[in-house]
């Protein structure tokens, strides 16, 4: 249980690390540590170059600007946990953040460290398919942008290149006022869910859904926007009935199985937790500060 | 490039310079192995367990997920430090002995530098809010019931003086 010899790098500019990562062979980069730390213990990676990315100057900032708001790759989770615009002004990813580990791995874990492993049952992971994200990528040539549904292209495979880092997250922000809701079903609170469910609505003056997002994390092999329920409640009016009868359609999502549940119970999970997740963004149901455990 | 970096931490208000130490060095295994402070206690070394919590600059974090390098220059609370004096407990420790808080003492250092991060950001807290804070700290003796009256006691004693 202790990391395999390694050479140690830690550059204090992007430009550095990018030009680091190019020439390098068989590098990892280190972000907050929380899942490449375990992997080097267990050995699952044998890294010969590490490169650690939190000298790293300009990697850490939340700002909003027209509409979007961008956070910089190494903003740790705990920032965000406590960020008054990210509270106000997106909601969905407040409440995801507090599922997120625990205070200790929130204090270290960061934002693209999250993206870049990308869990499929990971809070952040959902958050940007639920939003419909830009992934902001840094290579020796400038900056690229990948947009969220692009970007996994595997189990926890990012499209990102061997030569390029993730340095931004953009979330293009609802309008004010509009319902999201988090909720996911673990084992024991921290833990990665076995399913989520993320939803987001905007209602018009007279009460009916104008735009609805609703994603499911944990039951593929990437978080799963359910196109079939956004449209079947767009143009109605929120209701109990309504969405316990347009969310069945999750039982039809493709579904993975583990040790932790066969796919059948992850069916059943979505359609459950997807109900619970617009019942809270609706306000038919109160809004649940933690996890369901 | 070397495999050995040359680090100065402050541990507990004593700084330490000049230490050698080879790069994939854990800081839970310097605090052990090189420093002799073996209050933090190692359970899962994959960051599960929670028994390593130590406080850097500050913040609860999971010393077997950080490096020794990535400590050079900065700040470490372990559980050797949180006593105000040799004669006197913290009143976490105090709290934790008055309520059977503990029974092997593995996940305690764990427990105590979890909760002071904890009580500092949240000094009022709910029964519920107090096991949400512990629960990336694994118990395997008393079934947390103890613990979380420790916690809650110790923020009363804390509120009462400050």
Redesign the interface.
Known sequence: ??????????PRTIAEAVGLLGTLENAKLLAG??SL??M???RFVLPDH?I?L?RVEGLSYIKETGGVLEIGAMTRQ?EVEFSEIVRTRCPLLHQAILQV?????R??GTVGGSLCHLDPAAELVSVAAALDATIVVTNASGRREIKFADFPVAYMTPAIEQNEILTAVRFPLWKAGHGAAFVEFAR???DFAIVSAAALLERDGGGIIARASITIGGIGSAPVRVKELEEAIVGKTASAELFRTACESCRKLDAIEDIHAPASYRQHLAAVLSRRALEQASGIAPQSA?SVH | MSSKRTIAVTVNGTRYERKDVEVRLTLADFLRHELGLTGTHLGCEHGVCGACTILLDGKSARSCLLLAVQADGHKILTIEGIAPSADKMHPLQEAFRDNHGLQCGFCTPGMLTTLIEFLRDNPDPTEQEVRIAISGNLCRCTGYQGIVAAALDAAKRMRAAP
Do not use: C
């Not at chain 1, 580990?101 to 791995?105: A, F, I, K, S, V």
């Open positions: 249980m202790k990391p395999p010899p390694f050479q140690y790098h830690d540590g929380q730390m375990p080097l213990n267990m590490v650690d939190n705990y580990g625990h205070r200790q791995t204090n270290r024991r609170h921290g933690t």
